[in-house]
């Protein structure tokens, strides 16, 4: 049995300890906003937080995260009053929308430890995550603008 707190909630599986984290999350619990991109952990698509920090849920395995925080963009912010959430419908990022949670997930690790970020700030944080539909210009606008709406 595999025990830790789930978007602020405690939780127990039993399942496999090798089985990925990110299909222990859309499988056994049902939080389908955390995707698959690649399974090699290069894309992204699968960033949750492991006690605050981003990682890649398809190459954690489940193990590994005995006793941790996870929050998975489920857990940001159930009324999309997070302000990420919240500047990503503003300014419309998404165009497919698969890599956006991901994404999402990166720039909040970001505004909470670079409260004013600059544009390399953003490039160091989110270099890690891909997106097909090369919205990259509106996600940094987005980046920004969320690390206003929580400064406010």
């Known amino acids: 049995m595999t025990s830790f707190k789930l978007n602020g909630m405690p939780v127990e599986t039993a399942a496999d300890p090798e089985k990925p984290l990110l299909w222990v999350l859309r499988e056994d619990f049902a939080l389908t906003g955390t995707k698959f991109g690649c399974g090699i952990g290069s894309c992204g698509a699968c960033t949750v937080h492991l006690d605050g920090d981003p990682v890649r ?3 954690l395995p489940l193990g590994s995260v005995e006793g941790a925080e996870i929050t998975t963009i489920e857990g940001l912010s159930a ?6 959430i919240s ?3 503003e300014l419309d990022v998404p165009q497919c929308g698969y890599c956006q ?4 997930m ?3 690790a970001l505004i909470r430890d670079v409260p004013d970020p600059k544009d390399a700030d953003i490039d160091e944080y989110m270099s890690g995550n891909l997106c097909r539909c090369g919205t990259y210009n509106r996600i940094r606008a987005a980046t920004k603008r969320a690390a206003d709406l929580k400064q406010a």
């Open 79 to 84: 009324e999309a009053s997070n302000p990420v």
């Open 106 to 108: 990166s720039a909040a």
């Open 57 to 59: 849920a398809c190459t």
């Open 101 to 104: 949670c991901g994404q999402m």
């Open 87 to 89: 500047a990503w419908m």
